[in-house]
């Protein structure tokens, strides 16, 4: 049984301060749900406080991205050591973002894969299709790729906890979402994928969350498809409501009223 994980990716949104109000509603907000696990991926500068707010609580922290090397002159990065030690148990890499305005590869994301899991933290390796890519049929071929880059190197074992997010790229702060068929279609691929470059059991395992455009209305159906394990959540991530929602027609989904 996977648990569902609804993470919140706050981009560059929400100062520390505004971040540390934010989950003290979000807090109260989510207090009794159980089931869902619940992740905020604020700027960097605010893990170390929000660590504090969320200790106890059933919210884990996350970061946006990180660097491979354990530390060294990399002016501006951040290593997985200082991440866990800002309290963070997820790091999200790979993202679309990164991918088209740092430049970050497929071989990137699998050392940085390789260092986050060296130092405890799980990985949320994003991948996903741009829209010329869908258009021309290509969608499987990059996830393939995507997946079998990304994951290089790592072992079944490592490959069982870690979470990838399948993020089509033009439905990413877009308001078009996948239709539910259709993200379903993709994280099964993924799955099968994982299944063959390790086996059954690991692709039984791992969890694989749908990103783009999800929303309190959209989340119930998106959530319900099988191979659907949780969302990566920007624009509706940064309302209280709006994320609050998202996470309680997940919980929903899991036990339908009677
Ligand atoms: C994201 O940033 O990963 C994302 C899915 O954004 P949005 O929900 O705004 O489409």
């Known amino acids: 049984m996977r648990t569902p ?12 301060r505004e971040a540390v109000s934010f989950v003290e509603e979000l807090k109260k907000a989510v207090a009794d749900v159980q089931g869902v696990e619940i992740l905020v991926c604020p700027t960097f500068l605010a893990l170390l406080p929000l660590s504090v707010i969320l200790e106890g609580s059933n919210i884990r922290l996350g970061a946006q991205n990180m660097f491979w090397a354990a530390e060294g002159a990399y002016t501006g990065e951040v290593s997985a050591e200082m991440l866990r030690e800002s309290g963070c ?4 890499l790979g993202h679309s973002e990164r991918r088209q305005y740092f430049g970050e590869t497929d071989a990137n994301v699998a050392k940085k894969a390789r260092a986050a899991l060296d130092n405890g933290l799980v990985p949320i390796i ?7 890519e869908r258009k021309t049929g290509r969608t499987a071929t990059v996830i393939e790729r995507q997946v079998h880059g990304s994951l290089a190197g790592l072992a079944a074992d490592e490959v069982t ?3 990838v997010a399948y993020e089509p790229v033009w439905a990413i702060g877009t308001g078009l979402t996948a ?4 993200a379903q279609e993709v994280n099964a691929l993924i799955r099968r994928l994982i299944g063959e470059l390790y086996d059954r059991g690991t692709a039984a395992s791992v969890r694989i969350q749908y990103g783009g ?6 989340a119930a159906e998106l959530m319900s498809q099988p191979d659907i394990d949780g969302a990566l959540v920007g624009g509706a991530s940064l309302k209280t409501a709006d994320f609050a929602g998202i996470i309680k027609a997940t919980v929903e989904t899991l036990n339908p009223p009677q």
């Open 213 to 218: 455009s999800v929303k309190p209305g959209n």
């Open 179 to 182: 239709s539910p068929g259709d």
């Open 5 to 16: 994980i609804i993470a919140g990716n706050w981009k560059m949104y929400k100062t520390p």
């Open 89 to 92: 148990t997820y790091v999200i």
């Open 126 to 132: 994003c991948v996903g299709e741009s829209i010329d």
């Open 161 to 163: 906890g870690l979470v």
